[in-house]
Nanobody, 121 residues
Framework: QVELVESGGGLVKPGGSLRLSCAGS????????IGWFRQAPGEEREGVSC??????????YYKDSVKGRFTISRDNAKNTVYLEMNNLEPEDTAVYYC????????????WGPGTRVTVSS
């Protein structure tokens, strides 16, 4: 069965870093665009970053507020997509989800259960 599982969340101080992982099973992630989304308390879910499939040359996309701080990447040998998050801010606090995604439209299909990121002093 198709399964995506996020890991790497936790509590970090402002200015700190985390690397989130999205591990796939039952599908080859390189064949899909993979997006990272987040939902903060009381807020709507928003797209954060996306990396297109190998067929679309792995083009990357970022929400303006994370550009220059977050980096999305793939390790196809591990069937995993990463989100490196640097210089974290309290506003980054949210549950982060990965999903198979059409990066051109931010349309997601299969979702993982999410991993919680808390940025607080």
């Amino acid at each position: 069965q198709v399964e995506l599982v996020e890991s790497g969340g936790g509590l970090v101080k402002p200015g700190g870093s985390l690397r989130l992982s999205c591990a796939g099973s039952g599908l080859t992630l390189s064949s899909y665009g993979i997006g990272w989304f987040r939902q903060a308390p009381g807020e709507e879910r928003e797209g954060v970053s996306c990396i297109s499939s190998r067929a679309r040359d792995g083009t990357t996309y970022y929400k303006d507020s994370v550009k220059g701080r977050f980096t999305i990447s793939r390790d196809n040998a591990k069937n995993t997509v990463y989100l490196e998050m640097n210089n974290l801010e309290p506003e980054d606090t949210a549950v982060y989800y990965c999903a198979t995604t059409d990066c051109r439209s931010w349309t997601a299909t299969y979702w993982g259960p999410g991993t919680r990121v808390t940025v607080s002093s």
